[in-house]
Structure formats: structure tokens, C-alpha cells
């Protein structure tokens, strides 16, 4: 449902409007394998990283911004679709009651982990079970932060393509190689390659500073309420332990890799 | 509006239903000093901490649950109120689909910074602008991980009292400091006193591995999007740079204090 050129729309009842706005809903997403991604910041990222987007929407009566006009320049040039609509249409797409200026859809990527090279980095991010769309494009984010490859799904995740996840992503979600797997298929595909995969751990754990990391380093993150099933954790080949000073015995899914990466980061540099 | 004693209620329309339901917005929490927490784990991570609630709201047909039987007495004999309601009005009151079976209101705290005491921790964190409730909570989270004193929030930060903010701490809001203060009364305090004001940044800054960190530690948090005010680096003791390998220049701010709170804890332990 893109059609290049360029059009406005101004009704509400607009079947475009309708298809934008379905977007947001995860079930839409998958039948259609389109994703939004909204402001001008995010837009130029993915630009910068070769991404543009099928169709823009902007607001119509917005400030001029050169960079807004490189991207519409960029997306006509590439036989991409413009759409100019009113502000109130836009804050109904995006559902936020104070929209960025201008919204993209772009097709969803591959996440099979096939796709991913595993040599093309030194750490990777795996994330199980994953619930909160804003700790996922977190973690996305810190990956861009740390150089790592990617940030690998396991199980039943929140969906990196949600505009939650996109905008906490901060643009990583087009640096940042995402792939979706079950437990089993990942172990399979990790044991068939090089590879170190880390947890934090209560069990059978060495301190978290100085731990023999080695690259490909798959930090393994389980579960915001849950944490990690055990079997996963005895698959791991290192389990670390961070200082537990205060009454709870965890930290936030996306803080803990965040400060698991950045002792990787240290370590193998 | 609290009541000692036990009663029933199974009106939407009763007041005490609106009552505590008005506590989810921030205007009505500050007027009345009161805020909600949900859920069975947060209120016994509360009572342990010493604190229960005035008032005590469960679902009726619940689950039996010691915690909640422990929790119940407490309440009773320290003068509490409990109310049981059906769990349409507990779903209407936390405005959750899948509410907690559990939910106490309780007094704000004393957030003055005067109340704080900067000798009973080596660390302490500080967050300018902080607008994101979550990552509130995240914060105060790791302020108990690391072993922190507390959390000092600089200018116009999310209420740490917001359901949301109660909720993404896991308890730490009852076990950490708070204190609210503008940015010139902040530095009047901290000059008054022992503290070394620490930030990361882009100027002027050294590595943050191995940076010449000292107790009492104040770990500077910027804003979600614009970071901290130029003014506000100049004022720190110490400036330092964590790597950033990708395209982005900063990341999450709860990841980035909890980077920088463990690289401190390691440094002081």
C-alpha cells in the first residue's frame, strides 16, 4: 500500500490514515512487515545509515528544517511516497498528543539469525523474554554504545518493531542487527560458531570484574519479573556476579547488560 | 481520609473509590501527601523496610497468601485502615488491566534536601531533569543495588511518587533517600559539606575507568534529551567520558548512572 509521488490527505476517514494508524498495533505490523519510525532526528539516522523510508508523513504548515528537506529529496529520489497531512491527522497516526513533525513506514528487517555474522562483532546482546518494548530499544541503544553486533530475542519478547521499542532504540534499530529465536534454535545456532555466552547469575558465579570474557561475547539477559530459567543459565559458559549492596537482588533487564557490556567493552579492548 | 478499622466497599461511585483513584495524578498527591503502591511484593518490601501503609485495598476472592495475612495484621494493629473491594473497582482505582490483588496508600516522604544525611553512603545519585517516571524508579532501583544513600532529583523531574516511578523502583523508593531541590540550592547544599560531583561528558573529561573517584560521590545524571546544561559539567569536580563506539553520543540516562555508579563502587570498595 505505497504508492510513489507525492499526495495529501485531509480527511480523517482516509483509508492511508487508517492504514498509517494500524501500524501501531503489532498484529498490523506482521501482515503488513511495515513499521513506523516518527521524528526527524530518528529519520535522518536511518538516513545516515542508508535507510529511508517507503513513505513519509509530514504536518503540514511545519517549520522548515534542511534536514527535513534532504530526507523528502532523498525519499522522491528513491521513488518513495510523500504524504502531507494536518497536524491533528499526524497526532492520530502516532498516537502522541504532541507529535513529531513527520513520521516514516519502512519495511521490516530480516531477524532470522542466518542473517547475522557473528565475526562482525566482539559482543552481542541476547535478550529472554523481554516484555518492556522501552527495554528493548534500551538495550538496542546501549549496543550502538558498545560497538556490539546486534541484540538477539529469544522467546516470547516484546517486538523490536513496535514504536516504543524504534523510539527508544534511538535510531539503533538501524545500526543494530535484531534477530528472533527460540532457546533451542539459538543454543544450536551459538554452538555451531564461535562463541562466549555470559549471564548473571546467583549460581556457580565468578565476580563480574576481571571475568575471563572472550569474544564473540553473547550477554544473556533474562526476564524482567522472572530472570533467567535455569537451564539456561547452566548452558552459559560464564556466570558473573554483580555487587548486590541493597535489599533487592536485581537490577533492571536493560541496566544490568548495560553494565555487563561495558565490563565486556573494558575487557576485551 | 483514612479511616482505623475494616469496611467493605462495592460502589464505583463510593468517594474512598475516588479518592484513591485521584492518587494516580500528581496534582492530588501532592495536595493530599499521599501516593499508592500496588501489588503484594512492594508492600512487604515496604512493611520490612518499616513502612505500612495507612490504608490497605484488596480484592476480595483473592488468593490466601501469608505475606498478605502478615501484612493485613500489621496494618490492623498499627491503626490502619483495610478496605476489600471487588476487583473491577481494584482495576478502576490502579487503572491496570491485570491490577495487583494488593494496593496500600501511604504518606510522602520528607524531600527536603536538609533531611538528607550525605555521611550514611560513599554514593549518591543526582538527576537534573529526569522526565521519564521508569527510569526514575530504574534509578532509585540501582541506588540500592550499589549501596547509594539516594537519589537527589535537580529541577523539574517526574514526581518519584507516581505510580509508575513506585513501581519501576522494586521497593528501593522505600529503602533510598529522596530529596527535591532546584539547581542553585543543590550546589549551596553540597558545598556546604564533603562531596566530589562527578559527571559523564564530552569536555574536559578523563576515562571514566579508573577516575580518580572519592566518597561522598555524587553521580550527575542529565536530562532524557538534552543532557546536562553546559553551567551544570562546569560545576562538577570531575568530567569523564564513557566510551561510545556507535553512531549515537549518549545513552539511556538510568544506563548511564548505573555505569558510572558501579564504576564508582568498584573504585571506592
Redesign the interface.
Known amino acids: 500500500m505505497s504508492f510513489a509521488g507525492r499526495r495529501e490527505i485531509t480527511g480523517f476517514s482516509n483509508p492511508t490514515v487508517k492504514y498509517l494508524r494500524s501500524l501501531r498495533d503489532k498484529k498490523h505490523r506482521k501482515r503488513e512487515g511495515k513499521f513506523l519510525a516518527e521524528g526527524l532526528r530518528l529519520l535522518t ?1 536511518a538516513r ?2 542508508g535507510r529511508l523510508p517507503e513513505t513519509l508523513v509530514m504536518a503540514k504548515g511545519r517549520d522548515p528544517h534542511a534536514l527535513l528537506t534532504e530526507l523528502e529529496g532523498a525519499v522522491e529520489a528513491h521513488g518513495g511516497e510523500i504524504i502531507e497531512t494536518t497536524a491533528d491527522i499526524l497526532t492520530k497516526i502516532t498516537g502522541k498528543d504532541n507529535p513529531q513533525a513527520v513520521a516514516g513506514v519502512f519495511s521490516e528487517f530480516d531477524t532470522s539469525l542466518s542473517a547475522l555474522d557473528r565475526s562482525s562483532a566482539d559482543i552481542w546482546m541476547v535478550a529472554q523474554a523481554l516484555r518492556d518494548p ?1 527495554n528493548l530499544g ?1 538495550m538496542l ?7 556490539a553486533g546486534g541484540l538477539i530475542l529469544i522467546d516470547d519478547c516484546a517486538d523490536p518493531f513496535s514504536v516504543e521499542a524504534v523510539r ?1 532504540s ?3 534499530i538501524f ?1 543494530q542487527q535484531v534477530a528472533q529465536a527460540d532457546w533451542a534454535d539459538f543454543v544450536t545456532w551459538l554452538r555451531a560458531g564461535d562463541g562466549q555466552l555470559v549471564a548473571a547469575s546467583l549460581r556457580d558465579a565468578v565476580p563480574y ?1 576481571g571475568a575471563p570474557y572472550a569474544g564473540p561475547c553473547f550477554i544473556l539477559v533474562g526476564n524482567e519479573s522472572r530472570g533467567l530459567p535455569e537451564e539456561y543459565e547452566a548452558e552459559c559458559d560464564l556466570r558473573v556476579t ?7 537482588d ?3 533487564a ?2 544490568a547488560g ?2 555487563l557490556a ?1 565490563e565486556v ?2 575487557s576485551l ?1
Chains 1, 2 share one sequence.
Do not use: F, H, I
Open positions: 539516522d545516515e545509515c522501552g534500551t541503544r546501549t549496543c550502538d554504545a558498545v560497538g527508544a534511538m535510531g539503533a545500526t570484574r554483580m555487587p548486590m549492596k541493597g535489599r533487592a536485581s537490577l533492571n536493560a541496566v548495560a553494565v561495558y567493552l573494558a579492548d
